[in-house]
């Protein structure tokens, strides 16, 4: 059977024509890419280690989740600077929860598995409903989400603060600090078993999507373009497996405590980490948000709303209550990234999640997301957390001081905004 429809002319097309490559995303991969293998030369190869790539990704993920939420925030035209000063509101709910509120009300102390659970809950609640309030100011009371967000940003932060007096807690719940990424990791084994059905839904999809539109008459690229793009995105996912692997536990720690790795070093046992649960926590939150943007009415209404907000109005879309529901959907995921950020540390900290709001503005803006409205994707908003959290810690190991990072940082953002309108201007002069 032919792989398109003989009533479709086929034009000659080059290799990126045939791969029907989105230069934005091919962009975006390059930009990383070079990234990594700058800062890997500086480095003297220390960079691209499976120890410092396992530290990027676990470091990355709280921005990254966040990042996917701003991503609808800035589609439709609003923006949100209250996100790092949430994520602090939030930590504080779920640290209090389980070190003072929990065990003084109902008598549950820590080591209890309840404990984490219901605390992630109330920390979970918390932003949605945080999120939900600021959402009705700027939707049903009009008043700017700068505005709105500006004033989220001094009165969350303070929250926290005051409802802890200002003092680190913890220790967390050592289920809860699982989340963090460093104890709480798959292994070896399951890791590859995540690895490969991973690669399996993958390839499944791509098939899948190809036989959509060779059922509906629409083009789809040659044969071999697909086998090609099949071989390369089954090679990222188990090449990345493979490097986090490779990451083996130090002796010391696997001495710590021998029964949590299930291994004796005076046997001669070596352990490696794993993916760890928080990149798995990101890779669900970065499927259900691709879901929600291309295959429901929800993800359909924001980014109608985004591209034309009178029109969207006008045919009947309810823009203030799905203002509410974005803000509402970002609140949530703050409290996910608080979840990360506070595991990864084991404690709450006063200043937990200061400057996130920056950050994942930056790293929405930096993969693709459009100031203007109307176009991001959530692969983007993730490849940019990606570049940003790289670049920093490249900075770092390299021996750049914090005020010279923050400089190259805010400059790579202008970069990019720039880089981002020139784009547009090409392609809408073509069009």
Not at 201 to 221: C, E, I, Q, Y
Not at 356 to 363: K, Q
Request: some cysteine; glycine content about 12%; proline content about 4%.
């Amino acid at each position: 059977m032919s792989d398109h429809n003989p009533a479709i002319p086929q034009p000659k097309r080059n290799i990126l024509q045939s791969l029907q490559v989105d230069m934005r995303l091919l962009g975006m991969i390059g930009s990383f890419l070079a990234v990594c293998i700058v800062f890997n030369i500086l480095t003297d190869g220390r960079f691209l280690t499976p120890r410092n790539i396992f530290n990027l990704t676990i470091q990355t993920v709280s921005v990254a989740i966040m990042a996917t939420g701003m991503v609808f925030v800035i589609v439709t035209r609003h923006i949100d600077l209250s996100v790092g000063a949430l994520l602090a509101t939030c930590t504080a709910v779920m640290a209090m929860t389980q070190t003072q509120w929990l065990p003084q009300i109902i008598g549950l102390e820590l080591g209890h598995p309840l404990i984490p659970w219901i605390a992630i809950a109330a920390g979970l609640i918390t932003g949605a409903v945080i999120g939900a309030a600021q959402g009705w100011l700027v939707g049903y009371q009009a008043i700017p989400a700068f505005i709105v967000t500006l004033g989220g940003l001094l009165i969350w932060r303070n929250v926290g603060w005051w409802m802890t007096d200002g003092a680190t807690i913890g220790p967390l719940d050592q289920t809860f600090v699982l989340f963090g990424g460093i104890g709480g990791t798959l292994g070896v084994f399951w890791s590859w078993v995540v690895g490969l059905v991973a690669t399996a839904a993958a390839l499944l999809a791509l098939g899948s999507a190809r036989r959509t539109k060779n059922a509906h008459g629409f083009p789809v690229k040659p044969l071999w373009a697909e086998v090609l793009v099949m071989a390369v995105i089954a090679a990222a996912i188990l090449g990345f497996v493979a490097i986090l692997n490779a990451y083996t536990v130090p002796e010391r720690v696997i001495a710590r405590d021998p029964a949590l790795f299930g291994c004796d070093v005076a046997e001669g046992c070596v352990a490696a980490y794993g993916l760890p649960y928080s990149v798995l926590l990101l890779i669900v939150v970065a499927i259900v948000m691709t879901v929600i943007a291309l295959r429901t009415r929800l993800g359909r209404y924001i980014f109608a709303t985004g591209g034309n907000p009178e029109a969207a109005q006008l045919s009947g879309i309810n823009t203030r209550l799905l203002t509410v529901k974005i803000f509402s959907m970002v609140g949530v995921l703050s409290a996910l990234a608080g979840i990360v950020a506070s595991a990864r540390l084991g404690y709450h900290t006063n200043d937990i999640g200061t400057l996130d709001e920056l950050r994942v503005i930056a790293a929405a803006v930096i993969g693709g997301t459009a100031l203007s409205g109307g176009i991001g994707t959530i692969y983007g908003a993730i490849i940019g957390a990606l570049i940003m959290q790289s670049l920093q810690s490249g900075m770092a190991m390299v021996g750049v001081d914090a005020p010279y990072q923050n400089i190259v940082v805010g400059a790579v953002l202008v970069l990019a905004v720039w880089i981002d309108i020139q784009y547009r201007k090409r392609v809408g002069a073509k069009v």
